[in-house]
């Protein structure tokens, strides 16, 4: 079944690094893929997504593109501040039929914080 | 406003009580879900709902039974629950449950829920 792997966290950043969170997908044919971001004490919001091979998803200074020969759909962002401290997931929906069709797939989330 | 209210936002009860979660989209959307989050696991999906009909129960304990009146609405009824299920309960909607994998699921605040 579809399957999706982040690099495990915590990671911890200063104000205005770079940040890379790795994400690779298991999926048959042509998943969609999605960043969601969850604030402290919050639900889950959509960050950014792509729908196809080599969109590019941005949002709030996130980016994420769509690689099909990596599988795999890494989220950047140039300057992290402190309010971007929150926890990141990684999930795609898969379109190919099967028992994973249209279930939206989600790693197990990186725990990003951000010092001043 | 997400979309998705879930209410109440926090919840104690005992282990013999009965009490019920509610969640409510006014987004126009066919597929409802039902998700556990426990701290240091991964998103569990308990239920997914389309068109009003249950189409998937991930295997959970009975003392958990969701209800969907009609598209719009999802409750999670709750009885004799163990200290275990202690969890953040996320409740998500999407256009439906299948054919709209180019959509991302929409979720409410969740409701955290404490048994004791």
Avoid at chain 1, 21 to 49: D, H, M, R
Avoid at chain 2, 2 to 22: E, F, Y
Avoid at chain 2, 80 to 98: F, H, N, R
């Amino acid at each position: 079944g579809d399957s999706v792997t982040q690099m495990e966290g915590p990671v911890t950043l200063s104000e205005e690094a770079f940040l890379t969170i790795n994400c690779t997908y298991t999926a048959t044919g042509y998943p969609s893929l999605f960043w969601y971001v969850q604030y402290p004490g919050e639900g889950l919001q959509l960050l950014l997504k792509a729908t196809k091979a080599d969109d590019k998803g941005s949002n709030k200074g996130f980016e994420a593109t769509y690689r099909k020969e990596t599988t795999s759909f890494h989220l950047e962002k140039g300057s992290v501040q402190v309010s971007d401290s929150a926890v990141y997931f990684c999930a795609l929906r898969g379109n190919a039929g099967g028992t994973s069709y249209g279930k939206l797939t989600f790693g197990q989330g990186t725990i990003l914080t951000v010092h001043p | 406003e997400t979309g998705v209210t879930q209410t109440p936002r926090h919840l104690v009860m005992g282990m013999t009580n009965k009490k019920s979660l509610k969640c409510e989209q006014h987004l126009g959307h066919n597929a409802m879900y039902w998700y556990k989050q426990s701290a240091k696991k991964p998103l569990e999906l308990m239920f997914v709902y389309n068109f009003k009909e249950q189409t998937e129960n991930n295997s959970v304990p009975s003392r958990f039974s969701p209800e969907c009146p009609n598209s719009s609405h999802l409750f999670l009824h709750l009885h004799t629950l163990q200290p275990e299920d202690s969890a953040l309960y996320l409740c998500a909607s999407s256009q439906d449950a299948g054919v709209s994998a180019n959509y991302g699921y929409t979720f409410g605040s969740g409701t955290r829920l404490t048994v004791v």
